[in-house]
């Protein structure tokens, strides 16, 4: 292996720059790699000094198409090992690729052997979160998805069958045909293998993030915390705030402005189905905007008596509809409810005329009396009945309903 010598124009400096250590702790340390060819460039650093080293991505390095040179004052002194390189290279040129250089507080070191001095340099070890942080943050799982969308069906199925480690061969042909469109990731040079071992890692590495989201509950992160970005992104979603905000009061105003004409209308003397139909509501959200009217304007709810009479006259006037010759769905529309609500206000009406010449259910609404005469409660009264819950609860309404008309049987 020998030094390699960076093409013109092949690492450009970008404007902006961030220093790792600013923004995350390390979890360790480790030595860099290839320091043995720049002891030269070691030597002029004083032991023991703090640098600070630019990450610097070499893809036309002839050794290892996805090295990440570390360089100090411009001049290149260690490399980032292979192992991690192969990670960090798409990471480093996509912030580059951003306008941001990126930087990495180390400190040199220097030994003495039977040989002479020697000299080395210290690296901070950085936790896997934050270098997925940083991946994720440049863009890289965007730029996943985008090469994923270039795939059939059937290939992102044999990427997934075996976890993103060992492809199939299609899926990474299609892949590797289609690297100019997705230039954020760095494919391996033919020395290093096979596809599957030149393919870039995060591609196998989403896959994986990927499968694990659909399966475990997804975990909310911040995605430019600590970051040059993350003062746009708070303003951004400040401002999605502030705009849901005026939504929703602008909606509350418009609710309250509703809610006041059905209660002025209702106290003119029209009836729900009138109601609904002006303002372009159902009845039950006229019902619903009556309610908070009320509320809002401090009147007393309505007592049973008031809802039960309410239940009787619509009753009635279901009944008299029906005698009158017309059929159950224009009853419904006259009266503004549903075909299913109509059938019950008849069964009621009938009901009320004549409680004797429905014998079963008159008898269920006595026992109901009898049972909650003994101090139940309603949903022990339901249970005790023996019959359906819509039986029970029309059983419970019977015996309002009529009250002293309907007397326990003796």
Known sequence: MGIHTRRPGEYVRPAGRILLDDHFEASGEF???????HQQSLGRLPAGRRVECELVPEPHNPWDARAVALDVDGERVAYLPATSAKMWHDVVRAWNAAGFAVYTGAETNRWTTGGGDGFGLTLPKWDWRDLLDLAEAAGLRAGWEAAMADLTDE????????RGYDPDESALKALWHRRSAHPLFSW???RDGDLTERMPFWYGYFVRERMREEHEERRERLWFARSVRAELLGAFRAEIRRRRERD??????????????ALRLQQEGRRVAEIAAELGLTPKQAETALTRARRAAGVTSRRPED???ERRRQAAEAVALKRSGMARARIARTMGRSADTVDELLKD???YEAPEDHPERLDLARRCVELRGAG??????????????KQALRAFRDASFLGTDVRPAR
Do not use: H, I, P
């Open 155 to 162: 290939q992102r199925l044999g990427l997934r069958e075996d």
């Open 248 to 261: 929703r009061e602008r909606s509350l105003v418009q609710r309250a402005d509703q809610d006041e004409r």
């Open 31 to 37: 030595y860099a790699s290839g320091a043995y060819y």
């Open 307 to 309: 809802l039960q009479n």
């Open 349 to 351: 009406g009938l009901f």
């Open 188 to 190: 391996g040079a033919k």
């Open 376 to 389: 139940l409660a309603k949903e022990d009264v339901l249970a005790r009945l023996g019959v359906s819950r």
